[in-house]
């Protein structure tokens, strides 16, 4: 059973430039959740995808946008690269309706480390 | 957001006991205490999640005071493959994905 697959692993941009990263959720899940981790900190949440759209979102600009694919795999947009978005980017899925009382977790990739140039 | 509050580092020797501890003062009634961990190189992953009673699974136990106002998370005996940075997290019971890490305790494990 494939967990959470990203990709690319690691990709070198320019500042400006607009980068686009992927996701495959966990076989079974199809909510997708995005969050930023800059060097040295914990997470931060940028937006969740279920049944196609957008249901919540961080403190993020409008430049990171999102997508959600019938087959529940997601993307990550990022438009304008600035130096400040160098960071590992990790993608989490969770079934729809996981039961509090049982695990409740998110899974997460591996992320993708994008570096701004 | 509720926040938590955790050691920056703590250090522990092979199969020795170890307990982290999290401070979460501005819990509120419907916040779980949730645990991951992150491996160099890895993305996080879940440890442990419970509200007011003590929870036991396969990796830890967490233990929660009785005004849920802390908790320590317990690794039973430390291995090598433990070190990892450990989050201690708020997540509301309306199930939302928007999990808040802080910096977490980074644990290290000696031979």
């Known amino acids: 059973d494939a967990g959470v697959t990203q990709s690319p692993t690691h990709l070198i941009k320019t500042r400006g430039q607009q980068v686009t990263l992927r996701c495959s959720p966990k076989?079974?899940?199809?909510?997708v959740s995005w969050y930023q981790q800059a060097l040295g900190q914990g997470p931060q949440f940028i937006f969740q995808y279920y049944e196609e759209e957008e249901r919540q979102r961080g403190n993020f600009p409008d430049r990171f946008s999102g997508h959600q694919f019938p087959n529940y795999s997601s993307e990550l947009n990022v438009n304008a690269l600035l130096l400040g978005d160098s960071a590992l980017y990790l993608c989490a899925s969770s079934p729809t309706w996981p039961a509090v009382d049982k695990g409740w977790e998110l899974f997460f990739g591996e992320g993708s480390r994008l570096t701004v140039l | 957001d509720a926040k938590t509050t955790q050691p920056n580092s703590m250090e522990s020797n092979e199969e020795e006991p170890v307990h982290l501890p999290c401070n979460h003062s501005?819990?509120?009634?419907?916040?779980?205490i949730h645990w991951y961990r992150q491996l160099p190189s890895q993305g996080p992953e879940y440890v442990i999640h419970?509200?007011?009673s003590n929870v036991n699974n396969r990796m830890a136990s967490l233990a929660i005071a009785e005004d849920r106002k802390s908790s320590t998370l317990i690794l039973h005996r430390a291995t090598l493959r433990d070190a990892a940075v450990y989050y201690c997290i708020l997540r509301d019971v309306d199930n939302t994905d928007k999990l808040i890490f802080g910096t977490g305790t980074r644990l290290q494990v000696f031979p």
């Open positions: 419970g509200l007011t």
């Open positions: 501005t819990i509120s009634g419907t916040d779980y």
């Open positions: 076989s079974g899940h199809d909510t």
